[in-house]
């Protein structure tokens, strides 16, 4: 459990007991829903959500340089009363851009801490590291060196080039990482973080007061609905397949099961996709019904197969990318716009 | 495979488990492995559970599998279904196989068998005999082959002790029994880490994906020749020498970013290590049982306790030399137990039966009787 001061809750108020703080500084939870002199801190709390719903940090008293006590406790209120209100509103979108928008803000302190000369910040920064997302850092050479296993569980969520082990300084087991990257690296673990205290939380009951703020932000969500439009095009690893198939040579078992599996994803069914194995040079057609029930989960055990990761068909020497390959990690995504 | 043939590869075979047996052992922790096997006849049998040296061999003298495999994963219920087998973590293994490595020498020990037909021939597109292009590659004894995987193992090794500070006791090196070799890391902090993270141990192991923003261009530097890891490696490579350095880089420099990006991507073919990235990413795999025969070639999948002195065909080869007759059909000479066999012209000799062991489990040969 880490132990903060109110300077240090006001840079991670996702850390603090928001209960038991609001106690600690004679609040109750539905005060700021009653009491017409803490309706401020309501809208503080509303412009928070507000700003992190459209993909801005909210600016924090702190950067402006007004960090009296009753400042810093002001920020921790509306962050703790902003999340009363995403609870209330119950809008997932929000509750999601929130947590991101906060993330970041977070991600900024974090920063600072960690570069900071004070020892004390340095280490606050080093055990959010650790306590919060198992990642044991230690400081060499002004850089932050993590061990490669716990590198990897972070790293692989990243889709950019620069975060591979690969393009990494690596030494005796160990990756060596800026202040910045190794911030940044926990990213969306800190949002996750952030969403699942969201989402664990419990609201006391006969909370009023909210009624108006929570209303408005139900019209804010609104703007977030997406629709998803799909192009009918196959990808190129996908029509490589196919290519391959109707010349009639071999297509390797891990082309297969990649042609097989995207198309079962989209909704084609056993019967669709049985032929277009028909010219594979070692062809039978009850073993590729099985199979191909198999993988449907229609037949031996009920498990559907998915289609693989790009970078399953990379390592299988199956990917020819094109630009349109660029933001997708999994081929079934291929072809996806949002039509906002 | 012919029937008489199948009866006499599994007498040799059980012969082995029975005067071999110290040879093969259950791994660390066998009541969390879960083993596999498959008959010449069959297909595979999975989610067995076998707790002790005793067991094993038992099991061996009964079934006298082909092939014997058990997982690199350690389960807390082995023998359930997959989803029902609760992973608790699993050795980092490596395969190191000839046949990645694309060696120009691999074409003079390999011959064809037509699968329409089933001729063998030497190597070539179709087959001579009725133009079929369905044909199986059979690769024989190559000391060239064996001594490029050697090679590629002593590349992993380093890497896996100097970037990765694996402890040289902990990386255990294994003949697979055919053509290369299998390598374990045991008891290491990678025992957890998942498939995805596994993957990029491998593409790091086989230098895939650098990209010239972080060995050169852009906010980086070109590395020096005493960097570690991949930079030192890379610089070694490329510059040779500190003298040579400075002319390379301003030669990299003016023929621009995207040709050091592709000098880059072809590097992985000299220094990357040619492991097999499925099997390191597989923390399901049944992988073959050490101190097993490979039924590929009955050779045995054996340790090296000394890679640079180790001779497969030789020290993996330990089916008995009692005479028997087969008929014998390969265009092109082997090599075992420091003798050399063949060329045969379908024709019918008595030979040791470690020789008639390996023909006919590489498909060239057959059972005169």
Redesign the interface.
Known sequence: MITLGTDEITKYPFLAEGGQFLKDKGFSLEQFGLDPDLKNIVDNAYQRIETAANGNIYKSNLQNGSSTESNLSLEVFSFLIAVILLKLSGKNTLIQRFSLAEARRAEKFLEKDLQHSDENNEKLGIKILSELFSMNVEKQDGKFVV???DY??H??HFHE??W???????????VFLTSHEAVRLVRKELASYIRKKINSMSLPPGLDGFDDTVKKLGSIAKKFHVNIVESTEYPPCIKYAIEVLEKGENLPHSGRFLLATFLLGKGQTVEQIEPLFKNA?DYNEKVTLYQLRHLAGDQG?T?KYACPSC??VK??NLCFPVPACDKIINPIQFGRKIDA | MHEKDIQFVEESFKKYYFDHFDLIHVPEKPEQREFGFQKFTGGMNRHISIKNDKELHLFLRNKVPSDVYCSNACYSFPNL?M?EKDWKGADLIFDIDAKDLNLDSRKEHSIIKCTSCNKISKLQDSCPHCNSQ?LSVITLTCKDCIDATKNEVIKLSAILS?????AEDNIKIYFSGNEGFHIYVLNS??D??ES??R??????LM?????S??YGFKKSSFPELDD????GRMSKQIFGSESKRKKIIKEIASNGESSFQVLLEKLKDTIGVKID??VT?DIHRIFRLPGSINSKSGLTKLYCENLEKFDPYKMACFIDDEPIEITANTPIKFELKNKKFGPYENEKIELPSFVAVYMICKGIGTLAI
């Open positions: 061990l490669i296993s990897l569980k790293s692989v080039k620069e591979k082990l690969v393009n990494r300084h690596v030494d005796n087991g160990k040079p055990s498990t970078e399953k390592s299988n | 279904p989803s369905k100097n970037d990765f500070s694996i902090v990678y957890k880490t995805k993270e993957s990029e141990l491998a593409d790091y230098f895939r994906g650098a990209i923003e972080r570690k890891g991949w930079k990235p499925n990413m």
